[in-house]
C-alpha cells in the first residue's frame, strides 16, 4: 500500500480527508480517484445509485479491502495512526446474527481496545456500555441474545458500540436502512447529539427524499465523483442527474429539491 | 470394571493418573480452542491441519533414526508434525489469498496431498529395520498403551499451555469470529490473529496426536463447542464450557482406554463426547428438541 507523505493541500477544517482513491474489483474498478474532505462538527452522506462504490469507498477508506491508490487522513493523521478515533458501523446484514452474545457483549467489543489483552472489563467499563445502550434506548433488553432483537434494534446496537469507542469520527454504512420511524429517529437524536459535541460524521445514505433534512454535506458519487460539498450546493437536480444518469424522472428530482427548482 | 474405576479415580498407578490428568487438560484445551475455530465456521481447516501433521511424524522418525537416536522420541516427532502442520496452513492460506481457488479447495488439496505423503513415509518406515516396531500407526487413532510418564508430561504442560494463550487471545478472537470488519477497523490484524487461532489449533493437535489420534482430533476440536452452544448464548461462556465437556470427554475416555488397552483412545474420547452431543441436542433448555416442539405447541395451542 502507497504510504506517501502527509499530503500540503488539505483543508483545515476537515475532519476526514480522501486523496486519489481508487478500489478495483478483478478488473473491474469500483471507485475511481475519489477525492473528499468531510468537514467537523456536520453530518456528511455518501449518496448515489445502487453500486456506485458508497460503501467501497467507506471500507476502502478504512482499510477493510485493499486499495489500488489513494490516502487517507483523520484530521491531520494518517489513517493507521488515527483508528483508536474512529468508530464504524457496518451494514447490519454482514453478521451472523445467532452468534452467542448478548447485546452487551456486543457493545462492550467497543471497548475492547482500551481494555487491552489482559485488563479486565471492570464495573467502570460495564456502567459506560450501559450509558451507551441508554442513549439508544436499549438499555432494558441488554441480557437479550442478539439473534432475538428486531432488525431497528440491532442497528441501535451497533451505534451504542460506536459509541462506546467514544470516538471523533463516525462512520456508518446506511444506518437507516430497513429501521423503523422509531429507530430511525432514535438514531438521528443520537447523531444530532454528536455533531454538537464537534464530532464528524459520515454516512452511506440511500433516502434521497430525507437528504436535505438531515445531512450538513453530501458527496454523490457514481464510480466516480459527481459533485461534493453543502446542501445547497452539490444537492441539486443537475447533480442528482449526473449521478443516477437519467434514471431519476423529472418530477421527482422536482419533489426532492422544492424550493430551488433546477439549478 | 473395577479397573475403570479405578483408573477414573487416579487409583490404577501413578502412571495411569498422569495419563488422566493429561488427556483432561488437553482435551479442556481442545473444547476452548476448537469454540473458536467453530464460531469462525473453520471446523475443515483444522481437519486439514490435522492430517498435515502426519508426513512430519514419518521425517521426524527417519530424521531420530539415522542420527543413531531412539525414533519414538515423543517431543521429536512433535516437533517435526508441527512443522509440516504449520507449512500445510500457510499452503492453505496462501493458495486462498493468492489464487482464484476457494478456500474449500485449498482444504481438499492440502489434506490428501499431506496425508499421502505421510502414508507413503510409514511404509518405508515399515521396510526399515528400526522401523518394525514404531508403532507409528497409533498416531492416526491415538492410544495409551505404553505412554511413558514424560509423554503424560508432555501432553499436559502443553494443554495448559496451549489453555492459556486461548484465554488471553479470547477477546481478538471473539471480535475476529463475530464481526471481522469491525475488529480490522478497530485496528486488529485479522490475518494474524486467524493465524493465531490456527496455530492453537495446530498446537492442540499436535500436542494430541498421541493420545487422540490425527484423524479425530476434529472431532474433539468441534464437539464440544456444539454441545456447549445447546447450553449458553454468551461466547464468553460457551468457551469454557465446551472445555469442560472437551476435559470430560478427554478424561473418561483415557481411563476407559487405559483399563481395556486394546481399544484405541481417539474414537472412545470422541464417542463420549459425541454422547454428551446427543443428550444436550435432545435435553437442553431454549435450544434444545425437546424444548422446542414444547414451544412450538405451547405456541399452537395458545393460537388455536
Known sequence: MPRAAKPKALPAQAAFSIRALTVSYGEKPAIISI?????????????GPNGAGKSTLLKASLGLIPRLSGLVCVADTPLDQALARIAYVPQRASID????????????????????LLGR?????????????DRVGMVDLLDRQIGQLSGGQQQRVFLARALAQDADLYLLDEPLAGVDAATERTVMDVLKGLRKDGKAIVAVHHDLATVQDYFDHVLLLNVRKIAEGSIAKAFTAETLNNAYGGRLSARHVKELIPNRGKA | ?????????????YNAALVGIGAGLLGFAAGATGSFVFLRKRALVSDAIAHATLPGVGLAFILMVLLGGDG????????????????????????????????DTAIGAVLGVFFGIGIVLLTVIQNMSAGRQAGLESYLLGSTAGMLFEDAAIIAAGGFLALLA??????????????????????????????????????????GLKLVGLILIVALLIIPAVTARFWTQRASRLI?????????????????????????????????????????????????????FLRHRLARMENA
Open chain 1, 97 to 116: 446474527w445467532d452468534f452467542p452474545a448478548t447485546v452487551l457483549d456486543v457493545v462492550q467489543m467497543g471497548l475492547y481496545r482500551k481494555v487491552g
Open chain 1, 35 to 47: 477525492d473528499a474532505d468531510f468537514p467537523k462538527a456536520a453530518m456528511s452522506a455518501i449518496i
Open chain 2, 240 to 292: 469454557w464450557i465446551a472445555g469442560t465437556i472437551g476435559g470430560l470427554a478427554a478424561y473418561a475416555g483415557a481411563a476407559i482406554s487405559a483399563s481395556a488397552p486394546d481399544l484405541p483412545t481417539g474414537p472412545i474420547i470422541v464417542l463420549i463426547a459425541a454422547g454428551l452431543f446427543t443428550l444436550s441436542l435432545f435435553f437442553a433448555p431454549t435450544r434444545g428438541v425437546i424444548a422446542t
Open chain 2, 1 to 13: 470394571m473395577n479397573s475403570f474405576l479405578a483408573a477414573i479415580f487416579l487409583q490404577a498407578g
Open chain 2, 72 to 103: 519414538r522420541n515423543l517431543a521429536g516427532l512433535l516437533a517435526g508434525s508441527a512443522i509440516t502442520a504449520w507449512t500445510g496452513l500457510l499452503l492453505m492460506e496462501w493458495i486462498t489469498r493468492r489464487t482464484r481457488l476457494s478456500e
Open chain 2, 166 to 207: 486461548t484465554w488471553i487471545l479470547r477477546r481478538p478472537m471473539t471480535l475476529a469470529c463475530f464481526d471481522p470488519e469491525y475488529a480490522a477497523a478497530l485496528g486488529y490484524n485479522i490475518r494474524r490473529i486467524d493465524l493465531m487461532m490456527m496455530g492453537l489449533v495446530m498446537a492442540v493437535t499436535v500436542i
Open chain 1, 121 to 133: 472489563l471492570s464495573g467502570q467499563m460495564t456502567q459506560r456500555a450501559r450509558a451507551c445502550l
